[in-house]
């Protein structure tokens, strides 16, 4: 499954001005089910896993994780048992109302669902030993997927003809995708990235896994913080689909193209720049919120 590639850049027509030219790469079409980023991040540790005799594949994650999602879909297409350690004891008797979980559990993810307090534990090296433990034979990816092997992932979302772009745009969770990006960029290039969560110390982590200092965070776009979206987030995120036929995301990819058109508006690009931004996926479950009726 980690061997074809769909992903073509595709230019958005949207009469920008100073000679600003955008195209968007289309990550969001790299496989039907695991998308994007959640995608990339896999790869290298499903291989790991496998190379190291590892039987099942255990992660973390919230209701809506996007990456308990694909790391339970990856698990159902190469036959690897799935342990999903789900942050609210709460969901324990609702979970199977909430689309991601419910999906998850028919790609035969099995759940632990734990307390807020016991999430918060879930880099501690006695957690992780309990874990082993409690289900031996366990490869454990992170939270996001974010790791040493997901950046080898990411690495590999530019090509060889994107060095022509002068700026390229992500949307920010963990961090482990701007660094794949960072990584493989050349130093004449700008990575702009744009946290979908409020505050938090990413830079420090995405630090971790660069040298170059070509990058930046702009957190002037988070819309309140992750996973919260508003009334002009979801028409803007309209409109671009009605002006290009690409639909965006309100929890990541939208939120970065609204930070995009309003920076390219306050004359933050010079002219002539071309812009490349990375649709990283994560539509499944958005459709009905987006799409009017
Ligand atoms: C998870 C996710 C991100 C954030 O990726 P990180 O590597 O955690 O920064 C961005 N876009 C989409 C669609 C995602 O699902």
Redesign the pocket.
């Known amino acids: 499954m980690f061997e074809q590639e769909n992903v073509f850049n595709q230019e958005l027509k949207l009469d920008l001005p100073n000679q600003i030219s955008i195209h968007v790469k289309r990550e ?1 079409l790299l496989h039907p089910e695991v ?4 995608f990339r ?1 896999l790869k290298y540790n499903i291989a790991k896993a496998k190379a190291l005799g590892y039987t099942r594949v255990l992660t973390f994650g919230g209701a809506y994780s ?2 308990i999602a694909a790391t339970a879909a990856v698990g159902r297409i190469l036959g690897i048992p799935t342990i999903g350690v789900i942050r609210g004891e709460e969901l324990v008797h609702v979970y199977k109302q909430n689309p991601t979980l419910a999906k998850a559990e028919e790609d035969g993810m099995r759940f632990k669902f734990v307390t807020r307090t016991a999430y918060r534990e879930k880099s501690n090296a006695e957690f992780l030993a309990d874990l082993q433990q409690e289900f031996d034979g366990t490869y454990i990816v992170p939270e ?3 790791n040493d092997e ?1 950046i080898l992932g ?1 690495m590999e979302i530019l090509k060889e003809d994107d060095k022509s772009f002068t700026h390229i745009c ?10 794949g990006i960072i990584n493989s960029s050349t130093v004449d290039q700008t990575i702009l ?1 744009f946290p ?1 969560l409020k505050g938090s110390f990413l830079s420090d982590d995405i630090n971790k896994f660069v040298t170059k200092s070509n990058w930046k965070l702009i957190h002037d776009y988070h819309f309140g913080g992750y996973a919260k979206y508003n009334a002009e987030l979801i028409s803007f995120i309209q409109k671009i689909e009605e002006k290009t036929d690409v639909l965006f ?1 309100p ?3 939208g939120k970065m193209m609204y930070g995009v058109l309003d920076l390219i508006s306050k004359g933050h690009f010079p002219a002539g720049s071309k812009i490349l931004v990375i649709h ?4 499944q479950g958005w459709n009905d919120v987006i799409r009017k009726k």
């Open positions: 969001d998308s994007g980023n959640k991040k996007n990456h996001g997927g974010t997901a990411t992500v949307a920010v969770g963990t961090g482990g995708t701007i660094a990235g979908a995301d929890i990541y990819t990283t996926g994560g539509l």
